[in-house]
């Protein structure tokens, strides 16, 4: 399945996506929590082979979970971007967070804010979590997926480097964005087994192989249930391959009139175009 939350007639709901329709899903469902269906997805199931209700044209699709609590990002996670960066490969993942205030769904503007030119793209693969779990074995962790999505961590460059800590750099309003679904794990098959492209005006900016990480979803799983105990939700944006534009020279940044496109195979194609602070509405 093909899960999306979305804005429709200025009331958010969740539904299923196929071809180009929304099955809805919260009417049917009493709008119970997204998050609490992750750890029980049969209701769901049970409305996938509906016809679709609405156009996917007639939505503005929100984060696939807008309503997580913890969105916790990986730094330095695949080795050809641990090479451009210059910095030694991690002994232990490296984790910094994100809020919700920071993220878009597909086809919604990131905004570049005034204070800052440096606006860079990072394109990644998101996990979510579906089933709560702590101290978990990394031989059990894909049980306690929900289902992956592309994930855009834009950063603001300066502000990252303000201190050794990313937060800063990370956590502009809607910077990044996340989508367009969540894709169930039996319809996203063998992540490995799949490709990240990340393009900027059509131009491919990275691409690679999510075996390509240095710390795979199964070992992010089981370190971070090491700290606290994973809820259905939460989302781990497991990091960003080689050809960031920091690492380019010269430098290329998100500037407004652009579109940044993060694409994973089976995951979709999550777009964004690019607007400057001061032209938001």
Not at 21 to 42: F, K, N, Q, T, V
Not at 115 to 132: C, N, Q, R, T
Request: glycine share 10%.
């Amino acid at each position: 399945m093909k899960i999306v939350s979305f804005l429709h007639n200025n009331v958010v709901s969740y539904g299923i996506a196929v071809d180009d329709g929304i099955i809805l899903a919260g009417e049917r469902l009493d709008h119970r929590p997204l998050a609490g269906l992750l750890s029980d997805p049969g209701p769901l199931a049970d409305l996938a082979a509906r016809e679709p209700d609405i156009a996917l044209a007639d939505v503005t699709l929100l984060p696939p979970v807008p309503e997580s609590g913890r969105i916790i990002c990986i730094g330095l996670n695949y080795k050809r971007h641990i090479e451009e960066t210059g910095h030694d490969a991690p002994a232990y993942p490296i984790l910094f967070p994100r809020y919700p205030s920071s993220l878009v769904g597909h086809d919604v503007p990131l905004v570049r804010p005034r204070l800052s030119d440096k606006f860079d793209f990072e394109g990644e693969m998101a996990v979510v979590i579906g089933k709560p779990g702590r101290h978990v074995n990394p031989e059990r962790a894909l049980e306690h997926v929900a289902g992956y999505a592309c994930f855009n961590d834009g950063s603001l460059r300066d502000y990252q480097r303000h201190t050794s800590q990313f937060l800063p750099g990370k956590n502009f309003d809607r910077s990044g964005s996340f989508g367009p679904w969540l894709v169930t794990p039996d319809e996203a098959g063998d992540v490995r087994e799949l490709s990240l492209t990340t393009r900027l005006n059509g131009e491919v900016m990275q691409r690679t192989r999510i075996d390509d990480l240095l710390f795979g979803v199964e070992g992010l799983i089981s370190y971070v249930s090491q700290i606290w105990e994973i809820r259905p939700g939460d989302i781990i944006a497991t990091g960003t391959p080689g050809g960031v534009g920091a690492a380019r020279e010269p430098k290329v940044w998100m500037k407004p009139g652009d579109r940044i496109e993060v694409e994973i195979d089976r995951l979709g194609t999550l777009s964004n175009p690019i607007i400057g602070e001061e032209d938001r509405a």
